[in-house]
């Protein structure tokens, strides 16, 4: 079993930067590959990033390459998304979820935490 809970969300400016958290309580955390999701108003959630348990890889969406990075630390259990250069149009609630694959699609993800809104005002 694995506990996630995110933090960090809130308002910001377009152009502005906000750093999300992910705190994670259970066992195995440093096995567990870790995705950033978000769902905006009226929209299905989509992937934003991942990093892989095994090598430490990091994956991205496309919308999001190059303005956001995704980074653990297995000693604190946290895995952060800093948000740099936002957009209007990545406000949306963000989650973060767990699994043994560092896979894009939900359904490869077994444990989620309760999410965190993220507003970016134009």
């Known amino acids: 079993q694995l506990q996630l809970v995110e933090s960090g969300g809130g308002l910001v400016q377009e152009g502005g930067s906000l750093r999300l958290s992910c705190a994670a309580s259970?066992?195995?955390?440093?096995?567990?590959?870790i995705a950033w999701f978000r769902q905006a108003p009226g929209k299905e959630r989509e992937f934003v990033a991942a990093h892989s348990w095994s090598g430490g890889r990091t994956y991205y969406a496309d919308a999001v390459k190059g303005r956001f990075t995704i980074a653990r630390d297995n000693a604190q259990t946290t895995v952060y998304l800093q948000m740099n250069s936002m957009r209007p149009e990545d406000t949306a609630v963000y989650y973060c979820?767990?699994?043994?694959?560092?896979?894009?699609?939900?359904?490869?993800?077994?444990?989620w935490g309760q999410g965190t809104q993220v507003t970016v005002s134009s």
């Open positions: 979820a767990a699994s043994h694959g560092p896979g894009r699609e939900l359904n490869e993800y077994q444990y």
């Open positions: 259970g066992r195995s955390f440093a096995r567990y590959s």
